[in-house]
Structure formats: structure tokens, C-alpha cells
């Protein structure tokens, strides 16, 4: 359940006519800060996370789709830490930390811009756990832990990413740019990077678990990144609202 934090209007006494209204509602629905609640309870939210709308990747939607259905939760109920990459607020790594009971929770992320609702969210609900700004995993300097859960960029040409900004009708450079950053992976460079130093943090134990678009990147192209076979886990999953499938790859360290 997703509630809005009120705050002060932004000062736009130097717009007027139609560019003030724009504007205005680009920081009504982005800008403002916001409440997801872990626990689902509007009226009573005991575990809120706090987000901006401009950083919700889809996190809460996954959440109700994939991450809190049985056949996942039941697969990963021995974890005790976890990590989420390309967090954003990390609506997926606070919801697994409540439900499975984690030890710890850490969040990475490239845009530095989360770190703030990341940190305050930790410690209003005085969660175990870090924020680390980096790309994929080159500057995770956490602990080790036993869950990796991500939805890395699903693009890897600059002509997909093109023609998913013209299917979508945004042409504000900001909200490009940001978009860049979530669904833009470039010769699949970040799955690379990341796949080459994910077992590094993993425990003897531990897993990666990977969301993707069905129709943007095939299973087969991750498997082959890891140069050797390991055990994993394939599921496909209906998401409401979305017009792909989606399906996580879990791939097991031993």
C-alpha cells in the first residue's frame, strides 16, 4: 500500500501559463516524498519505505507479483542476508528483510540520488544494513551474504533504448536520462561485470537471482556469462500492467 508524505510546494514564481502547470506536475507526481508499506496496512503502516516517484522502478508491483508469492519466498526461507542491486529505495530488499526475517539487508545502486530514502527508511524502522553507491558491484565493500536479488537493465542497444523512449511518449531530458540509467545495459556490460564478481560476495551457500523481461533477455545469455554450470532455478511469472513477462533465474553457488 502506497501512501504520500505531504510537503511544502516548490517555488515556481519564475514560471507562468502552461510551463508552470508542467511543472507542477512533474513534482506532484515525481518529487514528492512517499510510503510504500511493507506490512500493507494504510492505516497503521508499522514498516513504511520511503521513496520519491521518480526512483519506483516497479518495485512494489514485483513485489505483489513475484517476491511475495509462495514458490519464492519458500525457495529462499533458509536465507539470513541479502542484497539488492540496481535498488533504487530498495522496496524489494525491505520487504525480504521483513518477511524472511534476515539478519542484515544492504542496497547498491549507481544513482546516489536513493541513498537518502535508503538511509532514512533503515533507520526509522532500524533495519540492519547499508547503502553502497556503485556501479553493479565494483565498489560493494559489505559483507558477504546469502541472497542477491536484482532487475538489472533490460535494453542492450542504444537503438532499443531509442525506440522505447518513442513508444513512450516522454520527452523531458531529466526523465530520459534517468531512464537511461535503469534500463539501459550497453553490450550487456553491466550482466557482465556484475556476474564476474557476484560469487566473491555470495556465502558457500548463497544465490543470485536475477528478474528479467521474458522477450528482452534470453536465460541462455546469462548461463553463458557464468563460463561454467552451476545449479539454478527458472520461473516465469504474469505481472499486471506490464506488456512482457517476466521470469527469475536463480543460479546457486554450489
Not at 76 to 82: D, Q, T
Amino acid at each position: 500500500m502506497i501512501r504520500r508524505i505531504k510537503t511544502r510546494p516548490p517555488d515556481h514564481s519564475e514560471l507562468t501559463g502552461l510551463d508552470y502547470l508542467q511543472n507542477l506536475e512533474h513534482k506532484r507526481r515525481f518529487r514528492h516524498e512517499k510510503v510504500f508499506c511493507v506490512d500493507k496496512s494504510p492505516l497503521d503502516c508499522k514498516f513504511p519505505v520511503f521513496y520519491y516517484g521518480k526512483h519506483n522502478g516497479g518495485g512494489p508491483l514485483f513485489i505483489d507479483y513475484i517476491y511475495s508469492k509462495e514458490i519464492f519466498l519458500e525457495e529462499h526461507k533458509e536465507c539470513k542476508s541479502a542484497l539488492e542491486v540496481c535498488s533504487g529505495p530498495g522496496f524489494i530488499g525491505f520487504y525480504l528483510y521483513k518477511t524472511l526475517n534476515l539478519d542484515f539487508v544492504n542496497f547498491v545502486d549507481i544513482n546516489n540520488e536513493v541513498k537518502e530514502s535508503v538511509d532514512k527508511t533503515i533507520k526509522h524502522n532500524k533495519v540492519v544494513g547499508t547503502f553502497f553507491e556503485s556501479d553493479a558491484l565494483e565498489s560493494y565493500t559489505g559483507e558477504k551474504v546469502d541472497l542477491i536479488v536484482l532487475n538489472p537493465p533490460f535494453f542492450t542497444t542504444e537503438e532499443e533504448f531509442i525506440e522505447h523512449v518513442k513508444i513512450t511518449g516522454v520527452e523531458d531530458k531529466e526523465t530520459i536520462e534517468r531512464s537511461r540509467l535503469i534500463v539501459l545495459d550497453k553490450d550487456f556490460k553491466f550482466h557482465s561485470k556484475l556476474i564476474n564478481k557476484c560469487f566473491d560476495i555470495l556465502t558457500d551457500n548463497g544465490r543470485i537471482v536475477f528478474l528479467e523481461a521474458i522477450d528482452r533477455i534470453d536465460p541462455s545469455k546469462i548461463l553463458k556469462e557464468f563460463k561454467s554450470t552451476y545449479r539454478n532455478s527458472y520461473k516465469e511469472f504474469k505481472v499486471a500492467n506490464k506488456i512482457t513477462n517476466y521470469y527469475t533465474l536463480t543460479i546457486y553457488k554450489k
